[in-house]
């Protein structure tokens, strides 16, 4: 007996509970349909005044130097990715024309990756990529200055593969310029009596060039032939990815209700206050 009244009174309780929770509403639904009108009003001038911005994804692969060995070849990036992302963060590795095409020429102080808009990541589990994120105003800006800054870190990984290779080429040319002086005494050995025997003391010495010079050209060519590339070509979004509309009117909507509810909650919790005063 004890447990049946208890739930009827627990249910009694519930009842007058959701009985007054519905009346709190009626009594207050001027105030909360207004402020959840007016959430929205102010989500949609959020949504209107925002600019819209649009994303381009790709992903690079570094340019490789290729290394000889005595015994076999392996290639190595020119750059590491991890490398690529800390020099993109300064404004100085951008070159005036990709400044131009990215309408980042005439601002003042430049924030860190082309004020904010560029993100660039590495890959999980690709070594020798990074991936690139670009936000801008305009479909045709986007895609621009996403081909400016593809076109920028190929040429700039090329000069990289240059610097590198510059005291190979100089090597080159110090063993090619001993093969021409090595093949000259060989001519002069040929017209003495003792000739066949000078050949044979030379031909280590000439083999070992030309393996040399062989193996250097080999290199130099390569690691031209390897670039960096797009591995993933340039995605625009058709859409503005910013701002999120749906989620805007959602947050103004909801913001509405939390208003309303917590102004007639305080204007009711008031209201008690001066009648029992």
């Not at 001993?178 to 003792?194: A, N, V, Y």
Request: glycine share 6%; proline share 3%; aromatic share 6%.
């Amino acid at each position: 007996n004890v447990l049946k009244g208890y739930s009827k009174m627990q249910a009694t309780t519930d009842q007058i509970t959701a009985r007054e929770v519905a009346r709190f509403f009626y009594r207050n639904r001027n105030y909360i349909l207004t402020a959840v009108a007016l959430g929205f009003l102010v989500a949609i001038i959020i949504v209107v005044v925002t600019p819209k911005s649009f994303e381009a994804k790709w992903q690079m692969n570094m340019a490789q130097v290729v290394v000889n060995n005595s015994s076999n070849s392996s290639n190595s990036n020119s750059e590491e990715p991890a490398a690529l992302i800390q020099r993109l963060r300064s404004n100085l590795t951008y070159p005036s024309e990709v400044l131009d095409v990215c309408d980042k020429s005439g601002e003042d102080e430049i924030e860190g990756y082309l004020g904010k808009s560029l993100q660039v990541q590495t890959v999980k589990n690709v070594p020798n990529a990074a991936e690139f994120k670009l936000r801008a105003t305009s479909v045709e800006q986007v895609k621009a200055c996403s081909n400016a800054i593809v076109a920028m870190v190929i040429a700039q990984q090329r000069e990289i593969i240059n610097e590198r290779l510059a005291g190979k080429q100089e090597q080159l040319a110090q063993y090619q310029q001993s093969l021409k002086d090595e093949m000259r005494q060989l001519e002069r050995l040929k017209k003495t009596e003792l000739g066949n025997f000078g050949y044979l003391a030379m031909l280590d010495k000439l083999t070992w060039l030309r393996a040399r010079i062989d193996g250097l050209q080999e290199e130099l060519f390569l690691s031209q032939k390897y670039p960096a590339k797009l591995n993933v070509p340039i995605q625009v979004s058709r859409k503005p990815v910013s701002p999120n509309v749906p989620l805007v009117l959602v947050l103004g909507l909801l913001l509405g209700v939390m208003t309303g509810l917590l102004y007639a909650i305080g204007r009711e919790g008031w209201h008690k206050q001066m009648s029992e005063a």
